[in-house]
């Protein structure tokens, strides 16, 4: 069964650090395109970042850019997402979602999401 599952939000400081993992069973992250999403109470979902499979390029929303770093480590067919200098407009449900053919909006598979509140 294919299956991604996020991990690593929590309760967080204004300035504070985070670090989301997504890791994926019944499949390889290798081949994959993935992709780190958020959503906000009573907001859309939005793209916060993504990494190609091909080449390692990465994307991020002008928001999160210099702040967020995301990286793969194929051995543990695990995504990760370095968050720093948090802010409370960074509070959300975290989405990583993998697609075979590279970054996009439309991802063929997702997960069920961490919740990351910056708050003091």
């Known amino acids: 069964q294919l299956q991604l599952v996020e991990s690593g939000g929590g309760l967080v400081q204004p300035g504070g650090s985070l670090r989301l993992s997504c890791a994926a069973s019944?499949?390889?992250?290798?081949?994959?395109?993935i992709g780190w999403f958020r959503q906000a109470p009573g907001k859309e979902r939005e793209g916060v970042s993504c990494?190609?499979?091909?080449?390692?390029?990465?994307y991020y929303a002008d928001s999160v850019k210099g702040r967020f770093t995301i990286s793969r480590d194929n051995a543990k067919n695990t995504v990760y997402l370095q968050m720093n200098s948090l802010k409370p407009e960074d509070t959300a449900v975290y989405y990583c979602?993998?697609?075979?053919?590279?970054?996009?909006?439309?991802?063929?598979?997702w997960g069920k999401g961490t919740l990351v509140t910056v708050s003091s």
């Open positions: 019944g499949f390889t992250l290798d081949y994959h395109a």
């Open positions: 979602a993998a697609d075979g053919q590279g970054c996009g909006d439309d991802m063929d598979y």
């Open positions: 990494i190609s499979s091909s080449d390692g390029s990465t």
